[in-house]
């Protein structure tokens, strides 16, 4: 009888300590946060003539469209690296490849001469 009581009493204190951990934890998490912040004054923008420099042509977007299946579409191949793609997409767009609408227009950089990249 002794022993069955011990055991739901070590019950009792492991739910307890069990909730005051869940309460802490979810405390720490909404007020300090375990994610690492981001600093957007920092970002350097691409200056204006940056644009000037890389041609492009407007597209509708689609269902199933990607930047890079644009861009694939428009130049038969992926001629540059894909960070070149979604660098020249966002000085173009000024939104990032993820953030595409179906729907909306976008400018798709064109490569015709890859030699300098």
């Known amino acids: ?23 802490h934890t979810t405390y720490y998490d909404l007020t300090t946060g375990t994610l690492a912040t981001y600093d957007v004054s920092n970002d350097i923008e691409a200056p204006p003539e940056e644009n000037a420099k890389t041609p492009y042509v407007i597209h509708n977007t689609k269902a199933g469209d990607t930047v890079l299946s644009l861009v694939e579409k428009e130049n038969g191949t992926i001629p540059v690296s894909i960070d070149t793609i979604v ?13 595409i609408q179906i729907g909306q227009q976008y400018k798709i950089p064109t490569y015709t001469d890859t030699s300098s990249q």
Do not use: C, S, Y
Not at 3 to 11: E, F, I, K, L, S
Not at 14 to 22: D, E, P, R, Y
Not at 87 to 96: A, G, Q, S, W, Y
């Open 1 to 23: 009888m002794i022993q069955g009581r011990a055991v739901n009493d070590m019950r009792k204190l492991l739910t307890v300590a069990l909730f005051l951990l869940v309460l």
């Open 87 to 99: 660098h020249d997409f966002e000085t173009l767009n000024k939104i990032p490849p993820t953030q």
